[in-house]
């Protein structure tokens, strides 16, 4: 079965720097990857969907990289601000199934 | 908009009596999914549907009812509630090449 591992599990970083938040996968079979935001005791935000196909997605400040052979996959904030500051989940979607897989995620803390 | 709608946004209940959960996806999607949140378990999938009227276990089915009589709804039934059962669910639809798209959450409490 899937196994999907984020680390860190925890970050706190100052405002104004860039940082990478990483995920690991076990399978490489899979569909795409998708990369959402949570902030507390809120719904996830889907942030970047890459397709299996794909090596990287950009929106804004965020960059995603995909390297299917080795099973991970990175999340690239430049600039980090405060407002950044949130849990970052990234989810794996399997060729062979709909049996989608969450990482546990990365909490982010960006001090002012 | 495209999105999916849960209600309630909060609820109370006490121990034994059923409640519903309901989900309503506008986007005509064909797969949709319940998880549950805890602190330290992350998401765990409830039950999830790949279309109309076909409805499988996920990781954590027990206590927890479904159905998909239409595309759009996927409600989620708990028949006998138990505190156990206290924390934050999520519905969520899926168009594969899109990725998901998740509910705002329902945060259940259960005494």
């Known amino acids: 079965k899937q196994e999907v591992t984020q680390i860190p599990a925890a970050l706190s970083v100052p405002e104004g720097e860039n940082l990478v938040l990483n995920c690991s996968f076990t399978?490489?079979?899979?569909?795409?990857l998708q990369w959402f935001r949570q902030d507390p005791g809120k719904g996830l935000t889907s942030l970047l969907l890459?397709?299996?196909?794909?090596r990287e997605q950009t929106s804004g400040r965020l960059n995603a990289s995909l390297d299917k052979s080795s099973g991970r996959s990175t999340l690239y904030i430049a600039a980090s601000q405060p407002g950044d500051s949130a849990t970052y989940l990234c989810?794996?979607?399997?060729?062979?199934?709909?049996?989608?897989?969450f990482g546990a995620g990365t909490r982010l803390t960006v001090k002012p | 908009e495209a999105q999916v709608t849960q209600n309630p946004r909060y609820l109370i209940t006490v121990t034994g009596k059923k409640l519903t959960v309901t989900c309503s996806q506008n986007m005509n999607h064909e797969y949709m999914s319940w998880y549950r949140q805890d602190p330290g378990l992350g998401l765990r999938q409830i039950y999830y549907?790949?279309?109309?009227?076909?409805?499988d276990k996920g990781d954590v089915p027990e206590g927890y009812k479904v159905s998909r009589k239409e595309k759009r709804n996927f409600p989620l039934i708990l028949e006998s509630p138990s505190p156990n059962q206290t924390s934050l669910y999520f519905c969520?639809?899926?168009?594969?090449?899109?990725?998901?798209?998740f509910g705002s959450g329902t945060r259940l409490t259960v005494v």
């Open positions: 989810a794996v979607d399997p060729v062979l199934n709909n049996d989608m897989r």
């Open positions: 399978d490489s079979a899979i569909y795409n």
């Open positions: 890459i397709q299996s196909s794909q």
């Open positions: 549907s790949m279309n109309v009227e076909v409805t």
């Open positions: 969520a639809s899926k168009e594969r090449d899109y990725g998901y798209t």
